[in-house]
């Protein structure tokens, strides 16, 4: 099983990215919540926000409400996360995990994880 991440890059503060995660078995889609997660320099790594499979919920941390949002198609076996209006603490190394039906803020529940891509927040 393979998730990749892809799409990070550098951006200057109130910009945009959309972060993509391809997910290697069509089996995963179909019962696996998708979670995306983050790791700045020093830091520990932080649930981001997960979209479930059934009834595709939605979850995202306080710091990214309103900015942040998450879908998924499993038609083409992807997961998405739109990021707006970034602000220089957004930067991190994004990663897209999968492995449990619901929505865990603890990477912890996760078993599947892609390589993560890096997204820098910078004038």
């Known amino acids: 099983v393979q998730l990749q991440a892809s799409g990070g890059g550098l951006v200057q503060p109130g910009g945009s990215l959309r972060l993509s995660c391809a997910v290697s078995e069509f089996s995963l889609l179909h019962y696996y919540s998708i979670g995306w997660f983050r790791q700045a320099p020093g830091k520990e790594r932080e649930g981001v926000g997960c979209?479930?499979?059934?009834?595709?919920?939605?979850y995202y941390i306080d710091s990214v409400k309103g900015r942040f949002s998450i879908s998924r198609d499993n038609d083409k076996m992807t997961g998405t996360l739109q990021m707006n209006d970034l602000k220089p603490e957004d930067t991190a190394v994004y990663y897209c995990?999968?492995?449990?039906?619901?929505?865990?803020?603890?990477?912890?529940?996760?078993?599947?994880w892609g390589q993560g891509t890096q997204v820098t927040v910078s004038s």
């Open positions: 995990a999968t492995g449990p039906v619901s929505c865990y803020s603890s990477g912890n529940y996760y078993r599947y």
């Open positions: 979209i479930t499979n059934k009834n595709e919920s939605t």
